[in-house]
Every structure is written in C-alpha cells, then in structure tokens.
C-alpha cells in the first residue's frame, strides 16, 4: 500500500467520528484522494503535508471529470475533515466559493445530455481519445473509466466488466452489451488496443487527461458527462418503454401502479449500469 493511502487509511482508523456510513464514504473518498494526488504529479506524500495546491489540483480535477456540486462538495467536506484533524484548518478555504464550486443542483426535468455528434468526433485525431469518447456515449462510462479502458480485460462478449480501480470510489460494476453498435465498437477498441488500455504506453493517466481535454477542446466537444445522461434516458426508454421525464416523458405522479413498478425497475438497472448504489440518483439523469 502507498504510504499516503496507508496514513490516511490510519487516520481514519484512529477517529471514529459520525455513523458507520459516515466513516467508510470519508475513508474511501479520502483514499481516492490520496491515488488521486499520486496520479497528479505529488508523490513523497505524508498525511501531514496537505497543501492548498493539492487541494486546488483536486477540485480542477474533479471539476475536469464533470462531477456534480454535490459530490464535490462532499468531497471537500472529508478534506476539511483531513485538515482538520492534522491541525491544519487554514490549507483549506471556509467557502466553496472560493474554488468555483457551484451551488447544489437539485433535481429538475430538464435534460441534460450531450450528444456525441460525428463532425466533432472526426475533428479528434487523437485515437484514444475518440475510442474513450465513443465508450462514454455507449455505454455510459465516466471521463475516467473511458481513459483506462482495457478491452482484454473488459470485453466479456454479452457485457462490460470494470475494475474497481478505474471507477468511481472503487466500485467494480457490469454493463450489458446490448446493441449491434456496442458490439461493433468493442471490436474496433480491441482491434486497435490489443492487450493495452486507452493509455498509450509510457504515458500516464494525467498526460492522457490532459491530451484528452486538449483534444475535445479543439473539436468544440464539451460537458462530456452529458454523455452519461443520454446513455441513461436511451436506457430508460428501452428498459421502461416510454420517454423519460427530462425527455418529456410523463412525471411519475403521472404513473398508474403498474407503471411504477416498471419505472422503478429501470431506474434501479440503470443506477446499476452507471455505477451508483442508489435508485434516487436517477432522477438527476431522468428526472422525475
């Protein structure tokens, strides 16, 4: 285990402050932090050497990957929680405001997916980069999970299995192919990446994040989370048969029993495949 992981795993261990839920979502988000801060360039690390650059590199960060205000907040609040218990409140500033983290968004009906439209896509000329693109719209894949994609180790013919260490909080999950399209995609990820990942080799996650970025920014390619909610309203309207709310679909008060039990349904295959443990947080992709 890297020493940062280790300490903060430490940390945590030696205070027991909140519920159980409380400790293992901090433990886990601070631990993501510490790989996080490895990957960006800050190594020799110690629990003890928390600076605001590496908080500042965080945030950006995140903000890069399109994580919503409220997981980023929730985020920060652990970081104040680190600081807090190394007695060194003042490495992190008191408002969110000061790191242009937005106000929380709550649940609307407005949709807001991003279609990957093909006169852009043809403007990247990066590889890897329009494969990691073509696998978000897909298959819903985050920003991250795209970029470390393995096929070899992924493509399991009739579904996608991801490794814990390319997810979000360390969450292995499995996605379902289900189209002529995925399959035709899966095959032309493999044919080009053989036994590899997305990441070129001998270049790191951040380089690749940073040409990936550098390459959407070129071919006017932005808000590439919003890959994620089409995935997930084209997967509502498959699984439920009729259009999600935010797609103009009716609201669920609108819903006789029978289909709320099918909303139901879909939402909780749905929460599964974009790797959330929640049925509620489907409402943000779907509305309600």
């Known amino acids: 285990m890297r020493t940062l ?19 293992l979502a901090r433990e886990r988000d601070l631990s993501l932090s510490a790989t996080q801060l490895l990957e960006l360039g800050h190594r020799r690390m110690s629990v003890h050497s928390l ?24 985020r920060m609040a652990h970081l104040r ?25 709550y649940v609307t009906n407005a949709s807001k997916a991003r279609e990957l439209q093909g006169e852009q896509l043809a ?4 590889p890897c980069t329009a494969f990691a693109l073509q696998l978000q719209a897909a298959f819903g894949l985050r920003l991250e999970e795209s970029i470390k994609f393995t096929p070899a180790y992924a493509d399991q013919c009739k579904s996608l299995v991801l490794k814990a260490s390319w997810c979000k909080g360390g969450r292995a ?13 899966l095959d032309a990820v493999r044919a080009y990446c053989g036994g590899a990942s997305l990441i070129p ?17 070129k ?39 029978l289909q709320k039990e099918i909303d139901r349904s879909a939402r909780l295959q749905i929460s599964s495949e ?3 443990e929640r049925e509620q947080i489907t409402a943000i992709y779907l509305g309600r």
């Open 5 to 23: 992981n280790y300490q903060i795993k430490q940390l945590c261990l030696r205070n027991r402050d909140g519920s159980y839920a409380t400790q």
């Open 123 to 126: 403007k990247v000329t990066d």
């Open 173 to 185: 999950r499995t996605i379902p192919v289900t189209t002529v399209e995925q399959r035709q995609l």
């Open 81 to 105: 929680w680190w600081s807090e218990k190394i007695d060194k409140r003042s490495v992190i500033a008191n408002d969110n405001a000061t790191y242009a983290i937005a106000d929380r968004v």
């Open 51 to 74: 600076k605001p650059k590496h908080v500042k590199g965080l945030v950006n960060r995140w903000q890069n990957e399109g994580l919503s205000a409220g997981t980023i907040k929730n």
């Open 201 to 217: 080799a001998g270049i790191r996650y951040i380089d690749q994040l940073r040409r990936f970025k550098y390459q959407c920014a």
């Open 274 to 276: 974009l790797g959330h």
């Open 219 to 257: 071919a006017g390619i932005d808000h590439v989370h919003g890959h994620r909610h089409a995935y997930a309203q084209q997967r509502y309207r498959v699984l439920a048969g009729w259009e999600c709310p935010a797609c103009g679909g009716p609201t669920s008060k609108a819903l006789t029993e």
